[in-house]
């Protein structure tokens, strides 16, 4: 009898749905076709057909919007507002996969230029790289997935994908419209698996492109045990710096750090977590994210009033809390929140002058926890920014531009946006993570330029 996954609501803990987990043998089946696919160019799908295939499916997810953000609500904790805002995206980058085929060019290399390379003609084309195995987080379950699966079904790369064990149905959801769409089975297959055989379908030689969303400690982990010749893109998380200079617009800014720093309860890898601010306007800026925070509502996701859901297990939530209260020992001030509500929500929380050496400021919170510095001179703020060993998305306020272009320059990041918060993000726009935040380039062209390779062709003839 084979072993099930069951998935629970991460607010009451009620059983959602129980699903077949894939044994061995199941995953060898499935790498066998998708390798036999990857490697016989009569059985590739037509370009053509492929973005008919995605329009389809952008429709039919469109069409099914309202069941598969409850869905999402429901199996990943994400506020029903929010994860409105997610399926909508998620549309949006499976059709900007499709619009983006066309990007995927090569181009002219000069000959001529010297007499040993007469005679010939060369360029380049794209192809696609293999077969991709995605392995997917939970915290955006709809459309990490569009990001990890899509762009490989538009450049020509079957894909199995291994969806986290407790956000999967989002994962069906978004498959099964692939097939509806007209895709053939074999293209797309989805894994249940425990980690052991997760490990082996992502070690598996056959395997030419890993892209991975979750922990650093299971993504680098994986990466130095994969197959000579296997490609991969990483995305982990970071600690999201933010430089507040004395001149920055606080009531412009004080919505948007808010939403950043306790969206998704804090679960998101940009997540706002460190606000350096100038000593000058510290205690205005912090009173005023103390009453934001404190307005905030906390519940149930499936709600419409719902701010801030629950984290996704009751560990996390232990976890968070833990974290907090090391830094309240540490001399920490904790202005608002610090504490749980029921076993599975966290309070919104603001922390003044957290030591950096305790957790909250030094490690990836994945909670709704919002540290506030103090800082009189912003080349130590950068400094203390950039003191971490993550590296993602930060920002600065200011209404200097010298100050703005400055601060962005030495700010070790790889996006900084000025006067708005570090979580934003369009889905056609690069998303990377520098030191131990990631490898690769993430955003759906940049991931099809890496699920693809260039080849060169070159032609020798006398009439050339």
């Known amino acids: ?19 077949e987990l894939n044994n061995e043998e199941e995953v060898e089946n499935a790498l066998q076709k998708a390798h036999r696919l990857a490697n016989n160019a009569d059985e590739a799908i037509p370009i053509h ?20 953000t409850r869905q999402a609500a429901r199996e990943g904790g994400k506020p029903l507002i929010d994860s409105r805002v997610e399926l909508n995206r998620a549309v949006q980058g499976i059709r900007e996969s499709a619009r983006s085929i066309n990007q995927m060019v090569g181009h002219e290399i000069p000959m001529g230029l010297t007499p040993s390379s007469t005679n010939r003609m060369a360029f380049t084309i794209r192809e696609p790289i293999g077969v991709v195995v995605a392995v997917s987080a939970f915290n955006h379950p709809f459309n990490l997935i569009v990001h990890q699966v899509i762009p490989a079904i538009a450049v020509g790369c079957p894909v199995i994908v291994k969806p986290a064990s407790t956000t999967p149905l989002s994962c069906f959801n978004l498959v099964g419209c692939l097939y509806e769409a007209g895709l053939p089975g074999d293209w797309c297959r989805i894994i249940l698996s425990d980690r052991a055989t997760s490990e082996k379908l992502v070690t598996d030689s056959r395997v030419s492109f890993l892209t991975f969303i979750g922990s650093a400690r299971v993504g680098w982990g994986l990466r130095s045990k994969l197959a000579p010749g296997t490609r991969c893109s990483l995305e982990h998380g970071g600690a999201a710096p933010v430089i507040l ?13 808010a939403k950043g720093g306790f969206y998704h309860a804090g679960q998101v890898c940009v997540s706002v977590q460190r606000i350096f601010v100038h000593e000058k306007i510290v205690d205005r800026f912090s009173r005023a994210l103390v009453e934001l925070a404190k307005k905030l509502v906390v519940g149930d996701p499936i709600y419409e009033e719902t701010e801030v859901g629950p984290l996704i297990t009751e560990q996390e939530v232990d976890r968070v809390d833990e974290w907090v209260q090391e830094a309240k020992s540490a001399g920490a001030e904790i202005l608002t929140g610090g504490k ?9 929380t603001v922390i003044l002058n957290p030591p950096d050496h305790t957790k909250v400021s030094s490690e990836e919170i994945f909670g709704p926890v919002i540290n506030v510095y103090s800082f009189k001179d912003r080349q130590e703020a950068i400094e203390r920014a950039n003191q971490v060993p993550f590296s993602f998305q930060s920002a600065v306020f200011t209404k200097n531009i010298d100050a703005a272009l400055d601060t962005a320059k030495r700010l070790n990041a790889s996006a900084v946006m000025v006067n708005d918060h570090t979580a934003f993000r369009v889905d056609w726009m690069p998303f990377a993570g520098r030191k131990a935040s990631g490898l690769g380039v993430g955003g759906i062209v940049d991931t099809m330029l890496e699920m693809t390779e260039e080849k060169m062709i070159v032609f020798r003839s006398k009439l050339i």
């Open 49 to 68: 057909e492929r973005i008919r295939i995605l329009e389809k499916t952008a429709d039919l997810v469109e069409e099914r919007m309202d069941e598969f």
């Open 245 to 257: 200079d004395e001149d920055a617009d606080i009531e412009d800014a004080l919505p948007l750090l």
């Open 1 to 19: 009898m084979k072993k099930k996954l069951k998935v629970f609501s991460p607010f009451d803990g009620q059983l959602i749905s129980e699903l």
């Open 340 to 348: 749980k509500i029921g076993s599975t929500c966290y309070t919104p």
